[in-house]
């Protein structure tokens, strides 16, 4: 073989590429890119053999090796692939408009499989070598017969230089890249392996990682140990050190889902994401057709909803990892999900790190919607007693959903749950059929179980029921619910009374009840005043409550709303709209309004009616600080009154 100097053929119309090399956003990713493309030289050997095209394979332990030396300044690549010769060096890699893969392809394309594994989308990742080294060396054997060993090296511009290489004796490349000053951070055993481990943990092909220097020094202290011991008399045999691969060449998802037990989704799930705890359930996407797609979605469990942040799903490609949360792919929504998506058929750029645009993409997207929603569907069908105890953590994601994907709440609108005051998980047909007689189409709620406790205690006592919604976007589902939902509306429990509770007064509309409503509304007016802007007199079942306050519906979600804006200047001011419900049918009432002309105790009952407003109020929502010290006075006030009497 000659020894040639040459300079690197950059076509005008693929100057774009090699630019693109210097758009990865991480330095990093020149290792997945080196070690995947040891991988698909390992694929295209591997697909000689089963096509005959080899006649023999003399080495079924393919394997990816990386090896640091720290002293030297360098970092290889060696695989046991196809290899290749002086050639396809000069086609491949001298005139980057090629794709070295993808012309195998197209050469063996009629022996092969509709599944191209190996086809390059990315015949340019080599290039990323150049971003850490100043120099690149390759070393390379061809598997065809008689061939030459050859030797490629470049110093990180256009020129080049081919000889003969005296450093492979065996089938595959040897790439070496010299380390520049300013990345000398990729010669630590541990840097590299966490970035072979975060890309390129499920690769096919066995990846080992070698230090050099370390290997030499155990050597060295290995050889000093069995002197020592042969001059002391002592002969130990030392078994030796197993070199285990770095990555899991048959991942969970690339199985049939009924080869998988709930112990092996457990264990990846923990592998995978670092974590000790267990998810909830799984789905396990298992297609072929009209595309390959396999995958993992975990629905984690939610201790509480400040942990709602965006979960992780990694996308692979062909099992090297391309990226984590990928929205093109994965629905926004899906993304507070934990998973694994491997999708060969993804349209990737020559970064491996971004989706071109293309109309598959969404039907993926969509079709890993859909199996989502089949998987609710299912365990709400056929499980549901499982279900129930998934909701409260699974309700935020499913509402969410429905709020970011309105196909995605038609899908699932039946296997959407509330829970009730009782603690029973109904759907909201259910609901509204056990509560038609009592007031059709209306959904009471309660947002806070402790503050609403009086009302909750009313509404049992009538055998009413209401829905638990306290999750801070239950304010926005429920607008959506009524948008969705024809004619339902939804009501805080404090907000309307139901007919249930009040007293079917046949007298109502008679001269003498309105004026013995005036009455009642004009003491407490007087008495109160401005503390409380709206009075309302109705007649309740329930004596014993004088008085009890209902909040504007309309005026609770624009407070909320205002409340999420809170230190953004909206130019708005609302506050909760209430309503002083007096109950015409207590006593201590009826009592009032018999003294109300009585001047000598004018004083005591003003003080009665503001207490009697007071624990109204105080039943909703927390005081005042300046209300609740005058609550306290007249307390204590009432009380001197009681021990005088």
């Known amino acids: 073989m000659e020894f040639e100097k040459g300079s690197i053929s950059i076509h005008t119309e693929n100057i774009f590429p090699i630019i693109k090399k210097w758009l990865y956003s991480d330095k990093d990713i020149f290792i997945r890119e080196l070690i995947s493309n040891g991988c698909d030289a390992v694929s295209k050997h591997k697909r000689l053999v089963s096509l005959g095209e080899i006649s023999e394979n003399k ?28 050639e396809e060096i000069k086609k491949y890699i001298n005139q980057v408009a090629f794709s070295g893969a993808e012309d195998f392809f197209n050469k063996y394309k009629d022996k092969m499989e509709e599944s191209n594994d190996i086809i390059g989308h990315f015949g340019l990742g080599f290039y990323s070598a150049f971003m850490v080294s100043k120099k690149v060396q390759i070393d390379t054997l061809s598997y065809t017969e008689g061939a030459t060993p050859v030797r490629w090296i470049s110093e990180g511009g256009t020129e080049y230089e081919i000889s003969e290489s005296d450093a492979r004796n065996d089938r595959g490349t040897t790439i070496t890249l010299f380390i520049d000053d300013d990345s000398k951070e990729f ?15 499920f690769l096919p092909v066995e990846i080992y990682l070698e230090d050099v220097e370390r290997l030499e020094r155990e050597a ?40 998988c037990t709930d112990e092996e989704y457990k264990e990846f799930y923990r592998k ?28 984690p469990k939610l201790k509480n909803e400040f942990e709602l942040t965006e979960g992780k799903v990694k996308l692979y490609n062909n099992q090297v990892f391309v990226a984590d949360n990928i929205k093109e792919v994965i629905p926004e929504f899906l993304l507070l999900l934990k998973g ?28 890993i919607i859909k199996k989502v929603a089949d998987k609710l569907k299912s365990l709400c069908k056929n499980e549901r007693e499982e279900y129930n105890k998934f909701w409260d953590d699974i309700q935020i994601f499913i509402k969410y959903g429905c709020l970011k994907d309105e196909s ?79 004619g339902v509306k939804f009501n805080r429990i404090d907000a309307d009374l139901s007919d249930v509770l009040k007293d079917k007064n046949e007298n109502k509309d008679s001269e003498e009840n309105k004026e013995e409503i005036a009455k009642i509304e004009g003491l407490f007016k007087e008495a109160v005043g401005e503390r409380v802007k709206n009075y309302s007199v109705e007649g309740l079942k329930n004596e014993d409550t004088p008085a009890m306050v209902l909040v504007s519906e309309q005026s609770i979600r624009m407070a909320e709303m205002q409340s ?23 006593p201590i009432i009826k009592k009032l ?4 002309d009585d001047e000598e105790k004018k004083d005591k009952i003003t003080l009665i009616c503001n207490q009697i407003a007071d624990l109204a109020l105080l039943s909703n929502k927390e005081l005042k600080p300046d209300e609740l010290d005058s609550f306290v006075q007249r307390s204590n006030k009432l009380m001197s009154l009681l021990i005088e009497l």
């Open 59 to 86: 080495s079924s332990d393919y394997k990816i090796t990386v090896s640091v030396n720290k002293g030297e300044g360098t970092l290889k690549f060696i695989d046991n692939g196809i290899g290749m010769t002086e």
């Open 187 to 201: 010669l630590d055993e541990f840097t590299v392996r966490g970035i072979i481990n975060k890309y390129c943990s």
């Open 220 to 259: 060295k202290e290995a050889e000093e140990k069995a002197k020592k011991q042969k001059e002391d008399g002592k002969e130990e045999i030392v078994d030796a050190k197993v070199i285990e691969p770095l990555n899991d060449t048959n991942p969970l998802w690339l199985k049939s889902p009924k080869d």
């Open 272 to 299: 995978v994401f670092n974590v000790f705890d267990e998810p909830l359930f799984w789905i396990h996407l298992n297609v072929d057709y009209p595309f390959n797609l396999k995958g993992i979605l975990y629905f």
């Open 340 to 367: 694994v998506i491997d999708c060969p058929d993804l349209p990737l750029n020559e970064s491996r790190s971004f989706l071109q645009n293309d109309r598959d993409v969404s039907k993926i997207s969509k079709h």
């Open 408 to 486: 995605f709440y038609e899908k699932v609108k039946e296997c959407i749950l509330f829970k009730t005051i009782d603690d029973e998980y109904i759907t909201l047909q259910d609901y509204l059929e056990k509560c038609k007689d009592k007031h059709e189409n209306k959904v009471f709620y309660v947002s806070d179980k402790e503050q609403q406790s009086q009302y909750i205690k009313l509404f049992k006592e009538y055998d009413l029921s209401a829905v638990v919604l306290n999750s801070s976007i239950d304010t926005h589902f429920i607008s959506f619910m009524e948008y969705k939902e024809n």
């Open 564 to 586: 999420r804006f809170a230190g953004m200047d909206l130019g708005m001011n609302f506050e909760e709209e209430k309503t002083l419900v007096i109950n015409e049918n207590s």
């Open 593 to 596: 309004v018999s003294l109300k």
